[in-house]
């Protein structure tokens, strides 16, 4: 049985509880920007459909960061249970950014109680907004941190190695390794756009089974526009995430690009199959794409995979995860694109019923980018734990138990979606749009 290699189950475990978190992280880093755009426009417009656009979604979000301190937590526990040689070499090296990580959770928790518990407090909204600023900025910040730790994983850098030992330690230099930039302001900048689409698409849903209120049509095309300007945002950091492969990981960038000659003027290729002799066939080939992704240039030289040894090589199925993101991250930016020009033209086919599934299948699809981009990204590394130190299977436990582990946290997590679902289910039915616009400049019983 696979799940008796104690290296097998651990990688399955936290792939299945990495992959878990990433979607509660996502929208826990993402929805406090999306809640504070739509308060500000409410105070700016004098507008109470943003208002309450604020009240609705803050309610869901508190939900959502729960479950992701449950996931977040065991992360921090199978860190230490399945990877106990990683922990011991590096643990001391990204303790720092881990607690920061805990400190920034702190301080948006504070804030969002506060903000949550005082609806009703504040007769100047502005006040109110205020406190959300500190919110956003925690979530951002608890992103920023732990994208540190897997840029450190990616790019090791601030120690010395002796006598097997990492000594020398400077956390503030392994905090800054070359992946932070590229990697914290892509995963930034994906979260925000991933909620923003996650939004639109609850909004569009709304109107698909026939709700008509005024309420989702501003939430769509505010989400819609948000989620446009991210998605920009995303393929122009992305590209710089691409050049840092090539510069730092070069082997990753190969191996996703399968790309395995050196050589100038590289091709990128999309989708295909490859042969037993490194041929691809069926792949949809862009002259020149690889070298300008990878340098800015058309004739640049690219290194190819067969320059690095047989152990050093990436899965080669990260071709397809890679394929999977930058596809669905040029679709949301043309759509969303179509939709903003549509909206200011008054085209009607961005009102039309099968437009609006469309919005409803971006929300999904922003967040199976995230997954693909987060796979990619971990696969890419292997054999690595910590690239050039440690391999994966140094780092390992050795406990054969990890396998009842793993089916122990499949059901914990089944249970926790579920019980997700049922919970945000329960509130939009308790708090139905019409009774919270009738409670609108009256009393107002946001939380209960
Ligand atoms: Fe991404 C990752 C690029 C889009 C999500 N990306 C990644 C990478 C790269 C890229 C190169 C790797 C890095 C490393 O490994 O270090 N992208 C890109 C591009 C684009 C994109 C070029 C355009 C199209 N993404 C995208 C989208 C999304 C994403 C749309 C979602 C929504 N990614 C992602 C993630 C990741 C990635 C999550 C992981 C993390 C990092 O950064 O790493």
Redesign the pocket.
């Given at each position: 049985m696979l799940f008796e290699d104690p290296v097998f189950a651990s990688r399955m475990l936290s792939l299945l509880t990495l992959s878990i978190h990433?979607i509660f992280a996502t929208l826990g880093v993402g929805l406090p920007l999306m809640i504070i755009i739509a308060h500000w426009l409410g105070i700016k417009k004098n507008d109470e459909h943003y208002l309450l656009m604020a009240r609705r979604w803050a309610r869901g979000f508190v939900v959502l960061v729960a479950v992701g301190v449950v996931t977040g937590t065991a992360i921090a526990l199978q860190l230490a249970l399945l990877w106990p040689n990683f922990m011991e070499m590096a643990g001391h090296v990204i303790a720092l950014p881990l607690f920061m990580e805990v400190f920034a959770f702190f301080f948006e928790a504070i804030f969002l109680g506060i903000y949550l518990y005082t609806w009703n407090r504040f007769d100047d909204q502005r006040k109110h907004l205020l406190l959300l600023i500190p919110v956003a900025i925690g979530a951002t910040m608890s992103a920023f941190f732990i994208t540190t730790v897997?840029g450190f994983m990616?790019a090791p850098t601030g120690f010395q190695i002796i006598g097997g030992q990492m000594t020398g330690v400077s956390p503030i230099e392994a905090m800054f390794n070359p992946?932070t930039p590229?990697?914290a302001a892509?995963?930034i900048s994906?979260a925000f756009?991933?909620s923003a689409f996650v939004l639109a698409a609850l909004a569009a849903y709304r109107l698909l089974k026939g709700a008509q209120h005024v309420y989702y049509k501003k939430a769509l095309h505010l989400m819609m526009v948000v989620g446009l300007i991210f998605?920009i945002a995303?393929?122009v950091i992305?590209?710089f995430?691409?050049k840092?492969?090539a510069k730092h990981?070069p082997e990753?960038?190969a191996a996703a690009e399968w790309h395995f000659e050196t050589m100038e003027g590289a091709p990128l290729v999309l989708f295909g199959i490859l042969d037993d002799e490194q041929n691809v066939r069926f792949g949809l080939e862009i002259p020149y794409a690889l070298s300008i992704?990878a340098h800015n240039h058309p004739q640049a030289e690219v290194i190819g995979l067969n320059e690095f040894p047989q152990e050093w090589h990436p899965p080669l199925f990260i071709h397809y995860l890679f394929d999977l993101?930058?596809i669905?991250?040029?679709w949301?930016v043309l759509f969303s694109f179509v939709y903003w020009w549509g909206m200011r033209r008054k085209w009607t086919i961005v009102t039309s019923r099968w437009f609006r599934r469309l919005i409803v299948a971006s929300g999904p699809l922003?967040m199976l980018?995230?997954q693909?981009?987060?796979w990619?990204?971990e696969f890419?590394r292997q054999p690595w734990i910590l690239r050039g130190v440690m391999t994966v299977e140094e780092a390992a436990t050795q406990s054969p138990y990890v396998g009842h582990l793993f089916f122990f946290f499949l059901a914990l997590y089944l249970i926790l979606v579920i019980g997700v679902v049922v919970v945000l289910r329960n509130i939009n039915q308790r708090f139905p749009l019409e009774q919270d616009l009738a409670h609108e400049g009256g009393e107002r019983p946001w939380i209960t």
């Amino acid at each position: 049985m696979l799940f008796e290699d104690p290296v097998f189950a651990s990688r399955m475990l936290s792939l299945l509880t990495l992959s878990i978190h990433a979607i509660f992280a996502t929208l826990g880093v993402g929805l406090p920007l999306m809640i504070i755009i739509a308060h500000w426009l409410g105070i700016k417009k004098n507008d109470e459909h943003y208002l309450l656009m604020a009240r609705r979604w803050a309610r869901g979000f508190v939900v959502l960061v729960a479950v992701g301190v449950v996931t977040g937590t065991a992360i921090a526990l199978q860190l230490a249970l399945l990877w106990p040689n990683f922990m011991e070499m590096a643990g001391h090296v990204i303790a720092l950014p881990l607690f920061m990580e805990v400190f920034a959770f702190f301080f948006e928790a504070i804030f969002l109680g506060i903000y949550l518990y005082t609806w009703n407090r504040f007769d100047d909204q502005r006040k109110h907004l205020l406190l959300l600023i500190p919110v956003a900025i925690g979530a951002t910040m608890s992103a920023f941190f732990i994208t540190t730790v897997n840029g450190f994983m990616n790019a090791p850098t601030g120690f010395q190695i002796i006598g097997g030992q990492m000594t020398g330690v400077s956390p503030i230099e392994a905090m800054f390794n070359p992946a932070t930039p590229t990697k914290a302001a892509h995963v930034i900048s994906t979260a925000f756009m991933t909620s923003a689409f996650v939004l639109a698409a609850l909004a569009a849903y709304r109107l698909l089974k026939g709700a008509q209120h005024v309420y989702y049509k501003k939430a769509l095309h505010l989400m819609m526009v948000v989620g446009l300007i991210f998605a920009i945002a995303t393929a122009v950091i992305g590209d710089f995430a691409g050049k840092y492969l090539a510069k730092h990981q070069p082997e990753k960038l190969a191996a996703a690009e399968w790309h395995f000659e050196t050589m100038e003027g590289a091709p990128l290729v999309l989708f295909g199959i490859l042969d037993d002799e490194q041929n691809v066939r069926f792949g949809l080939e862009i002259p020149y794409a690889l070298s300008i992704l990878a340098h800015n240039h058309p004739q640049a030289e690219v290194i190819g995979l067969n320059e690095f040894p047989q152990e050093w090589h990436p899965p080669l199925f990260i071709h397809y995860l890679f394929d999977l993101m930058v596809i669905i991250g040029v679709w949301l930016v043309l759509f969303s694109f179509v939709y903003w020009w549509g909206m200011r033209r008054k085209w009607t086919i961005v009102t039309s019923r099968w437009f609006r599934r469309l919005i409803v299948a971006s929300g999904p699809l922003a967040m199976l980018a995230i997954q693909a981009g987060w796979w990619m990204t971990e696969f890419g590394r292997q054999p690595w734990i910590l690239r050039g130190v440690m391999t994966v299977e140094e780092a390992a436990t050795q406990s054969p138990y990890v396998g009842h582990l793993f089916f122990f946290f499949l059901a914990l997590y089944l249970i926790l979606v579920i019980g997700v679902v049922v919970v945000l289910r329960n509130i939009n039915q308790r708090f139905p749009l019409e009774q919270d616009l009738a409670h609108e400049g009256g009393e107002r019983p946001w939380i209960t």
